[in-house]
Protein backbone atom coordinates (compact mmCIF):
# COMPACT_ATOMS: atom_id res chain seq x y z
CA UNK A 1 0.00 0.00 0.00
CA UNK A 2 3.10 2.14 0.61
CA UNK A 3 4.38 1.41 -2.79
CA UNK A 4 1.17 2.55 -4.44
CA UNK A 5 0.39 5.54 -2.47
CA UNK A 6 3.97 7.36 -3.05
CA UNK A 7 4.55 6.07 -6.18
CA UNK A 8 4.13 9.74 -7.35
CA UNK A 9 3.68 12.54 -5.42
CA UNK A 10 0.11 13.33 -6.00
CA UNK A 11 -1.47 12.14 -2.56
CA UNK A 12 1.35 13.53 -0.11
CA UNK A 13 0.74 16.95 -1.86
CA UNK A 14 -3.14 16.70 -1.60
CA UNK A 15 -2.45 16.67 1.84
CA UNK A 16 0.13 19.04 2.20
CA UNK A 17 -2.43 21.44 0.56
CA UNK A 18 -5.42 20.97 3.08
CA UNK A 19 -2.18 22.40 6.33
CA UNK A 20 -1.25 24.77 3.62
CA UNK A 21 -4.23 26.29 3.43
CA UNK A 22 -6.77 26.42 6.30
CA UNK A 23 -4.14 26.43 9.13
CA UNK A 24 -4.80 28.38 12.08
CA UNK A 25 -0.99 28.69 13.45
CA UNK A 26 1.02 32.06 11.90
CA UNK A 27 4.03 29.49 11.77
CA UNK A 28 4.59 27.41 8.80
CA UNK A 29 5.40 23.72 9.34
CA UNK A 30 8.62 24.11 6.99
CA UNK A 31 9.39 27.02 9.08
CA UNK A 32 9.33 25.23 12.22
CA UNK A 33 11.50 22.25 10.67
CA UNK A 34 13.84 24.94 9.44
CA UNK A 35 13.77 26.79 12.98
CA UNK A 36 14.91 23.24 14.64
CA UNK A 37 17.51 22.32 12.38
CA UNK A 38 21.17 23.28 13.20
CA UNK A 39 22.83 25.90 10.87
CA UNK A 40 24.20 24.01 7.80
CA UNK A 41 27.50 25.93 7.35
CA UNK A 42 30.14 23.32 5.53
CA UNK A 43 27.63 20.21 7.24
CA UNK A 44 26.63 17.49 5.52
CA UNK A 45 22.89 16.75 5.94
CA UNK A 46 20.79 12.88 4.96
CA UNK A 47 17.39 13.36 4.49
CA UNK A 48 15.57 9.86 4.63
CA UNK A 49 11.96 9.51 2.82
CA UNK A 50 12.29 12.98 1.88
CA UNK A 51 9.10 13.01 -0.53
CA UNK A 52 8.94 16.08 -2.56
CA UNK A 53 11.23 17.68 -0.81
CA UNK A 54 9.09 21.03 0.00
CA UNK A 55 10.76 21.33 3.48
CA UNK A 56 13.86 22.23 1.47
CA UNK A 57 12.66 23.53 -1.56
CA UNK A 58 10.03 26.10 0.84
CA UNK A 59 13.92 26.77 2.74
CA UNK A 60 16.17 27.08 0.17
CA UNK A 61 17.23 30.25 0.50
CA UNK A 62 18.37 30.01 3.91
CA UNK A 63 20.83 27.16 3.91
CA UNK A 64 24.42 28.12 3.62
CA UNK A 65 25.70 28.18 0.69
CA UNK A 66 28.45 25.19 1.62
CA UNK A 67 26.11 23.32 2.48
CA UNK A 68 25.66 19.76 1.51
CA UNK A 69 22.05 18.56 1.53
CA UNK A 70 21.41 14.49 0.06
CA UNK A 71 17.75 13.51 -0.37
CA UNK A 72 16.71 10.18 -0.57
CA UNK A 73 13.31 8.44 -0.92
CA UNK A 74 12.46 4.80 -1.84
CA UNK A 75 10.37 6.38 -4.37
CA UNK A 76 11.27 7.22 -7.84
CA UNK A 77 8.64 9.34 -8.49
CA UNK A 78 9.27 11.38 -5.24
CA UNK A 79 12.35 12.28 -6.34
CA UNK A 80 11.20 13.40 -9.61
CA UNK A 81 9.51 15.69 -7.69
CA UNK A 82 12.02 16.75 -5.26
CA UNK A 83 14.72 17.02 -8.67
CA UNK A 84 12.34 19.21 -10.14
CA UNK A 85 11.95 21.52 -7.60
CA UNK A 86 15.27 22.32 -7.39
CA UNK A 87 17.22 22.15 -10.60
CA UNK A 88 20.24 23.82 -10.59
CA UNK A 89 21.05 23.81 -6.97
CA UNK A 90 24.42 22.26 -6.74
CA UNK A 91 23.85 21.70 -2.85
CA UNK A 92 21.58 19.33 -3.36
CA UNK A 93 21.59 15.75 -4.28
CA UNK A 94 19.46 13.28 -5.45
CA UNK A 95 19.55 9.36 -4.29
CA UNK A 96 16.89 6.57 -4.50
CA UNK A 97 17.66 4.40 -1.51
CA UNK A 98 16.09 2.21 1.14
CA UNK A 99 16.34 4.04 4.41
CA UNK A 100 16.63 0.90 6.23
CA UNK A 101 20.00 0.30 4.35
CA UNK A 102 22.24 3.50 3.88
CA UNK A 103 24.96 3.53 1.10
CA UNK A 104 26.97 6.12 3.43
CA UNK A 105 30.37 5.50 5.10
CA UNK A 106 29.95 5.49 9.26
CA UNK A 107 29.74 8.73 10.61
CA UNK A 108 29.81 10.92 7.56
CA UNK A 109 26.91 13.37 8.26
CA UNK A 110 26.11 16.15 10.46
CA UNK A 111 22.29 16.07 10.30
CA UNK A 112 19.82 13.24 9.28
CA UNK A 113 16.51 13.97 9.05
CA UNK A 114 13.31 11.00 8.84
CA UNK A 115 10.22 13.66 9.20
CA UNK A 116 7.29 11.43 8.85
CA UNK A 117 8.71 8.76 7.19
CA UNK A 118 9.72 6.46 9.79
CA UNK A 119 5.82 4.92 10.40
CA UNK A 120 6.43 3.41 6.52
CA UNK A 121 9.23 1.87 6.95
CA UNK A 122 8.63 -2.25 7.38
CA UNK A 123 11.75 -2.04 10.07
CA UNK A 124 12.01 1.14 11.94
CA UNK A 125 14.61 -0.35 14.12
CA UNK A 126 17.51 -1.06 11.33
CA UNK A 127 16.37 2.74 10.28
CA UNK A 128 17.36 4.23 13.38
CA UNK A 129 20.45 2.10 13.72
CA UNK A 130 21.40 2.98 10.14
CA UNK A 131 21.07 6.77 11.04
CA UNK A 132 22.53 6.77 13.87
CA UNK A 133 25.74 4.42 11.95
CA UNK A 134 25.95 7.41 9.39
CA UNK A 135 25.90 10.04 12.11
CA UNK A 136 29.18 11.68 13.59
CA UNK A 137 28.90 11.37 17.35
CA UNK A 138 28.16 15.61 17.47
CA UNK A 139 25.47 15.02 14.86
CA UNK A 140 21.93 15.63 15.48
CA UNK A 141 18.62 12.97 14.05
CA UNK A 142 15.54 15.09 13.33
CA UNK A 143 12.06 12.64 13.61
CA UNK A 144 8.96 14.94 12.72
CA UNK A 145 5.65 12.91 13.31
CA UNK A 146 2.13 12.98 14.45
CA UNK A 147 0.62 12.35 17.68
CA UNK A 148 -1.86 9.57 18.36
CA UNK A 149 -4.47 11.98 17.91
CA UNK A 150 -3.78 13.87 14.86
CA UNK A 151 -6.86 14.83 12.84
CA UNK A 152 -8.78 12.64 14.76
CA UNK A 153 -11.91 15.71 14.46
CA UNK A 154 -11.73 14.04 11.05
CA UNK A 155 -11.87 10.78 11.27
CA UNK A 156 -14.76 10.98 13.47
CA UNK A 157 -16.65 12.65 10.82
CA UNK A 158 -15.80 10.47 8.51
CA UNK A 159 -16.93 7.65 10.63
CA UNK A 160 -20.51 9.63 11.05
CA UNK A 161 -20.37 9.75 6.60
CA UNK A 162 -19.59 6.03 6.20
CA UNK A 163 -19.61 3.93 9.38
CA UNK A 164 -17.36 1.47 8.25
CA UNK A 165 -14.99 3.62 8.63
CA UNK A 166 -14.23 4.01 12.52
CA UNK A 167 -11.32 4.19 15.24
CA UNK A 168 -8.29 6.27 14.22
CA UNK A 169 -6.24 7.07 11.65
CA UNK A 170 -3.62 4.63 12.39
CA UNK A 171 -1.10 5.50 9.65
CA UNK A 172 1.53 6.92 12.63
CA UNK A 173 1.04 4.36 14.68
CA UNK A 174 4.17 2.30 14.99
CA UNK A 175 6.33 5.29 15.66
CA UNK A 176 4.02 8.49 17.38
CA UNK A 177 5.29 11.53 19.45
CA UNK A 178 4.06 9.18 21.54
CA UNK A 179 6.04 6.20 21.40
CA UNK A 180 9.00 7.48 19.28
CA UNK A 181 11.43 8.51 21.90
CA UNK A 182 11.62 4.85 23.35
CA UNK A 183 12.59 3.73 20.27
CA UNK A 184 14.99 6.75 19.43
CA UNK A 185 16.13 5.90 22.61
CA UNK A 186 17.46 2.35 22.06
CA UNK A 187 20.09 4.40 19.90
CA UNK A 188 20.50 8.00 20.68
CA UNK A 189 21.49 8.76 24.27
CA UNK A 190 19.48 12.25 24.27
CA UNK A 191 16.20 12.35 22.85
CA UNK A 192 14.09 16.05 22.43
CA UNK A 193 10.42 16.90 21.70
CA UNK A 194 8.80 19.91 20.15
CA UNK A 195 5.22 20.19 19.97
CA UNK A 196 4.25 22.51 16.70
CA UNK A 197 0.88 24.82 17.82
CA UNK A 198 -2.21 24.83 15.37
CA UNK A 199 -4.97 23.51 14.03
CA UNK A 200 -7.24 23.43 10.77
CA UNK A 201 -10.52 25.11 10.16
CA UNK A 202 -11.39 24.03 6.92
CA UNK A 203 -14.09 25.95 4.83
CA UNK A 204 -13.65 24.49 1.48
CA UNK A 205 -15.54 21.10 1.29
CA UNK A 206 -13.75 19.74 -2.11
CA UNK A 207 -10.41 20.29 -0.05
CA UNK A 208 -11.35 17.89 2.48
CA UNK A 209 -12.66 15.08 0.36
CA UNK A 210 -9.46 15.22 -2.08
CA UNK A 211 -7.34 15.00 1.46
CA UNK A 212 -9.71 11.57 2.91
CA UNK A 213 -9.20 10.22 -0.35
CA UNK A 214 -5.47 10.48 -0.22
CA UNK A 215 -5.73 8.22 2.63
CA UNK A 216 -4.83 4.60 2.37
CA UNK A 217 -7.62 3.59 4.87
CA UNK A 218 -10.54 5.65 2.78
CA UNK A 219 -9.28 4.45 -0.43
CA UNK A 220 -10.03 0.48 0.65
CA UNK A 221 -13.08 1.71 3.00
CA UNK A 222 -14.73 4.30 1.25
CA UNK A 223 -16.31 3.43 -2.31
CA UNK A 224 -14.64 6.44 -4.39
CA UNK A 225 -18.06 7.11 -5.91
CA UNK A 226 -18.73 8.51 -2.74
CA UNK A 227 -16.97 11.56 -3.11
CA UNK A 228 -19.78 13.37 -4.20
CA UNK A 229 -22.04 12.08 -1.25
CA UNK A 230 -18.80 13.00 1.49
CA UNK A 231 -18.71 16.69 -0.48
CA UNK A 232 -22.60 17.36 0.86
CA UNK A 233 -21.95 15.61 4.09
CA UNK A 234 -18.68 18.20 4.46
CA UNK A 235 -20.19 21.20 2.94
CA UNK A 236 -23.70 21.00 5.09
CA UNK A 237 -21.14 21.27 7.81
CA UNK A 238 -19.25 24.10 6.51
CA UNK A 239 -22.93 25.96 5.83
CA UNK A 240 -23.85 25.24 9.39
CA UNK A 241 -20.79 26.33 11.13
CA UNK A 242 -19.11 28.59 9.09
CA UNK A 243 -16.30 25.95 8.87
CA UNK A 244 -14.99 22.62 10.62
CA UNK A 245 -12.58 22.16 12.82
CA UNK A 246 -9.88 19.72 12.89
CA UNK A 247 -7.36 19.70 15.72
CA UNK A 248 -4.14 18.31 14.81
CA UNK A 249 -1.20 16.94 17.00
CA UNK A 250 1.89 17.02 15.21
CA UNK A 251 6.10 17.58 16.15
CA UNK A 252 9.31 16.59 16.44
CA UNK A 253 12.32 14.31 17.90
CA UNK A 254 15.66 15.89 17.94
CA UNK A 255 17.67 13.03 19.02
CA UNK A 256 21.87 13.35 19.61
CA UNK A 257 24.39 11.19 21.28
CA UNK A 258 24.61 8.63 18.68
CA UNK A 259 25.38 5.12 20.17
CA UNK A 260 27.60 2.90 18.44
CA UNK A 261 25.68 0.67 15.79
CA UNK A 262 27.14 -1.98 13.66
CA UNK A 263 27.05 -1.88 10.04
CA UNK A 264 23.89 -4.30 9.06
C1 LIG B 1 4.67 11.27 4.17
S1 LIG B 1 6.01 11.28 3.06
C2 LIG B 1 7.07 12.44 3.90
C3 LIG B 1 7.91 13.24 2.96
C4 LIG B 1 8.84 14.30 3.60
N1 LIG B 1 9.81 13.73 4.49
C5 LIG B 1 8.04 15.35 4.30
O1 LIG B 1 8.09 15.42 5.54
O2 LIG B 1 7.36 16.15 3.63
C6 LIG B 1 6.82 9.72 3.36
C7 LIG B 1 7.95 9.42 2.38
O3 LIG B 1 8.68 8.28 2.83
C8 LIG B 1 9.07 7.51 1.71
N2 LIG B 1 9.41 6.16 2.17
C9 LIG B 1 8.58 5.20 2.63
N3 LIG B 1 9.28 4.11 2.97
C10 LIG B 1 10.59 4.36 2.73
C11 LIG B 1 11.81 3.63 2.89
N4 LIG B 1 11.82 2.39 3.37
N5 LIG B 1 12.96 4.23 2.55
C12 LIG B 1 12.97 5.49 2.05
N6 LIG B 1 11.86 6.23 1.88
C13 LIG B 1 10.68 5.68 2.21
C14 LIG B 1 7.87 7.59 0.78
O4 LIG B 1 8.19 7.26 -0.55
C15 LIG B 1 7.44 9.05 0.96
O5 LIG B 1 8.07 9.89 0.03
Known amino acids: MRTVQYRSAENLNDRIQLHKRFTTSNQGWEDFVFSHLPQLNG ?15 VNRQRFAADAEIILTDLSEGMLQEA ?94 LQNGAKQLHEWFSAVEKRLYSGDLWVTEAQALVD ?44 ASQPKKAQRK
Open 211 to 254: YAFSMPRVQQLIPSEQKEAMHVFFQARIDRLGGIQIRKETGLFL
Open 43 to 57: KRLLALGCGNAIQWR
Open 83 to 176: RAGLVGDVRFTFRCMDATRLDFEDASFDVVTANHMLYHVPDIASTLAESARVLKSDGVMMTATNGANHMADLDGLLAEFWHAFEGTNTMSERFN
